[in-house]
């Protein structure tokens, strides 16, 4: 029988004290921070002005030009136009075709351009056979621009299969109109519709404004300079949006897959986190999740996709994302609905003016110079 005395009861309670001072010490340090995915562009297709994208049926990507045509993107690269409006349309200003979209079941397909007017307009048709069928055109809706910049004109179906089409303020500079918080007009919003429910389209009744005389009832959200670019994440359902500032802050916006819609997003009160002239920043302002300022980082922030593909797995869950006069591709780490860390994943994308998510859930970084090109792992 061996006897414990008291002088090694009291070493062995040290060593003990020690020991967990230690084991708290490592779990107190901060862990490092995880490494940035290794990614390459990949250039995959030349196009003319490449301004929106979409997943397309059979495997295949459809690329929006800007000068009003449509082509497929498949393993052999471009196709002939699908589509060609650049009758209709002009790339005075920031307009043009916009904004490109498919219903869930390749059924119907979707255009948001300026006529040559200067109008924005969102048209159908309806697909056969993986093949649009021109005679089936028509207008969904139609918005008049005071201006020939802030369009907006981006366009996707949630997953709630209505369709949201992004607008800008109308344009100038500092919102001249107050569009952005006035729920009177469509400018300055994200809206969503029903395009198969009525002629020209029907209401979802379950939007936030439908009961509320002063203001239209298509709207989702407001307070929105010039959406460039919005998403909604393939896993999470979690909305998405870039949103261009004036000339200080870039911001990026988020919405829970549970949102009954309505939040404010500040403009012209705010500028991302900021009072814009002296404005007050609403009791209703829905803060962005990140911003940034833009010295030295651009000067237009080009919203992207939440990475959801398999080809690249230390990005997946990573918000994609650029910036039209800086080029680089980062990402945002997310955790309900907060930011927890920005890459820089080292690749440049040019003139980056949109994004397009594959069926795949795989990126391609459009660049309005020309190139098209995917995200690969390196």
């Known amino acids: ?5 008291r002088s090694s009861a009291i070493i062995g309670t040290l060593c003990l004290v020690a020991s967990l001072a230690l084991t708290t010490a490592a779990a107190d340090e901060p862990a490092a921070p995880p490494q940035a995915a290794k990614v390459t562009l990949k250039k995959v297709a030349t196009a003319q002005n490449p301004s929106a994208g979409t997943a397309g049926p059979g495997g295949t990507v459809w690329i929006a030009e800007r000068a009003g045509t449509v082509r497929a993107l498949d393993d052999e690269g471009l196709g002939e ?8 349309t002009t790339t005075d200003g920031e307009r043009g075709l916009l904004g490109i979209a498919f219903d869930k079941e ?3 397909f979707y255009i948001s351009f300026t006529n040559r007017q200067g109008t924005s307009t969102v048209d159908e048709f309806a697909v056969r056979d993986g093949k649009i069928q021109p005679d089936t055109r028509r207008t969904v809706l139609t918005q008049t621009q005071p201006y ?20 800008g303020d109308g344009g ?3 919102d001249p109109h107050g569009n952005g918080q006035n729920l009177d007009t469509l400018l300055g919003k994200l809206l969503r519709i029903d395009p198969s429910g009525g002629k020209p389209y029907a209401i979802p009744p379950d939007n936030p404004f439908v009961d509320d005389p002063n203001a239209k009832d298509e709207i989702w959200a407001y307070g929105l300079r010039n959406p460039w670019r919005f998403s909604f994440d393939a896993g999470t359902r979690d909305l998405l949006i870039g949103d261009v500032g004036q000339n200080a802050w870039e911001e990026i916006d988020w919405a829970p897959a549970n949102s009954k819609g309505g939040e404010n997003y500040g403009w012209s009160q705010m500028e991302g986190n900021h009072p814009f002239r002296g404005g007050t920043e609403p009791a209703n302002h829905v803060p962005p999740i990140h911003e940034y300022d833009r010295n030295g980082l651009g000067c237009s922030v080009t919203g992207g996709y939440v990475y959801r593909g398999k080809a690249i797995p230390d990005l997946r869950g990573q918000y994609v994302f650029s910036d039209f006069c800086d080029g680089t591709v980062r990402a945002l780490r997310m955790e309900n609905g907060e930011v927890t860390g920005v890459s820089d994943l080292g690749v440049d994308g040019g003139s980056v003016v949109s994004f397009a998510q594959g069926g795949d859930g795989e990126l391609y970084v459009l660049d309005l110079r020309g190139s098209v090109s995917r995200i690969d792992p390196a």
């Open 1 to 5: 029988m061996k006897v414990r005395t």
């Open 81 to 88: 136009p699908v589509l060609d409006i650049s009758g209709e």
């Open 106 to 108: 390749f059924a119907h």
């Open 148 to 167: 020939a910049n802030h369009n907006g004109g981006d366009i996707k179906f949630g997953p709630d299969g209505y369709l949201y089409i992004a607008f």
């Open 172 to 174: 100038s500079g500092g």
